[in-house]
Nanobody, 124 residues
Framework: QVQLVESGGGLVQAGDSLRLSCAAS????????MAWFRQAPGKEREFVAAISWSGSMSKYADPVKGRFTISRVNAKNTMYLQMNSLRSEDTAVYSCAAGYGLGLGSPSNSYNYWGQGTQVTVSS
């Protein structure tokens, strides 16, 4: 199994940037599709971004496209989400997820492994 630990969330002003990290347990990390999801208060969990096992392919939800960048460094067993030009509507708990052999458009319930979630709050 894969264990995921997130960090990097916080309280920021609109227009600021944050970089979230997701550290994985290791041995098979490089073979997993990974993704970020978020859940705002009173809302269902929604897809943010996903990245293929090699890092060569990525997918973004329309609200974050052009502002967020997903990346991974397999040698460090870590995935990142660089969030720029943050808006109040980006406020949510952000969770990283991993799953073997998943397409980049797979829904949240397709992912087997999840981090604990990290709170991102953007004030306007």
């Amino acid at each position: 199994q894969v264990q995921l630990v997130e960090s990097g969330g916080g309280l920021v002003q609109a227009g600021d940037s944050l970089r979230l990290s997701c550290a994985a347990s290791g041995r098979t990390f490089s073979t997993y599709t990974m993704a970020w999801f978020r859940q705002a208060p009173g809302k269902e969990r929604e897809f943010v971004a996903a990245i293929s096992w090699s890092g060569s392919m990525s997918k973004y939800a329309d609200p974050v496209k052009g502002r967020f960048t997903i990346s991974r460094v397999n040698a460090k067993n870590t995935m990142y989400l660089q969030m720029n030009s943050l808006r109040s509507e980006d406020t949510a708990v952000y969770s990283c997820a991993a799953g073997y052999g998943l397409g980049l458009g797979s829904p949240s319930n397709s992912y087997n492994y999840w981090g604990q979630g990290t709170q991102v709050t953007v004030s306007s």
